[in-house]
């Protein structure tokens, strides 16, 4: 089985993975290199008239940079696909089906753990901006994680009410204690190019873990079959 499970993660992870470049590249990064731009100072938003928005757009290959950040997001999302790919193994194991179709679902889940549940709190953030302490953020974000996990699982598997009870009180309990949070709201960067970056990363996101769910599951199916 183990052979089984690493082949189809690394599969799908890579191919996940450079989907998930390819859509930063043109989608996030022009935002990154704008926000880069507050950062130094080079760019204000300050004063009556604002400032320029300027160039949101791809705007070329940076060979080391981009492919530094291809091969990054490749083997981010194989670690990913490790976990994915695992939990459908286990989830095979109590009788579910796996295949592309229903791994679009297990994709949106891990979206909704990995992403979507710690965004509800804590937002991606662009370079300048204010934010808690990153120590107090890490613990938040893998709390939060941890608990969105083992609700949707308990969503999914449970069996009766106090399990689903229990999958609702895990999914609030992070935000209710509350994230980290800096002690006062400002930077240099606008708050419209933040707020750009935030929509877009958790758009690619969604769609990147889609993708991984139906590479997954089809994979996974395909290696059972053969």
Known sequence: MFPRLLTSALIAGAGAGLLAALLQLIFV????????????GQLTHFGADGSPAGSLRFAGIDPLRDGLTVVFSMLVYCGYALILVALMALAEMRGAGVDARRGILWGVAGFVVAQMAPAVSLAPELPGSLAGEVEARQVWWFACVISAAVALWLIAFGRSWPAWAAAVVLLLAPHL????????????VPPELAALFAARVLGVGLAVWAVLGVLAGALWNGERDG
């Open 29 to 40: 990064q022009p935002l990154l290199l704008q926000a880069e731009l507050y950062e130094t």
């Open 177 to 188: 204690w509350g994230a980290p949070m800096p002690e006062a709201f400002g930077g240099p």
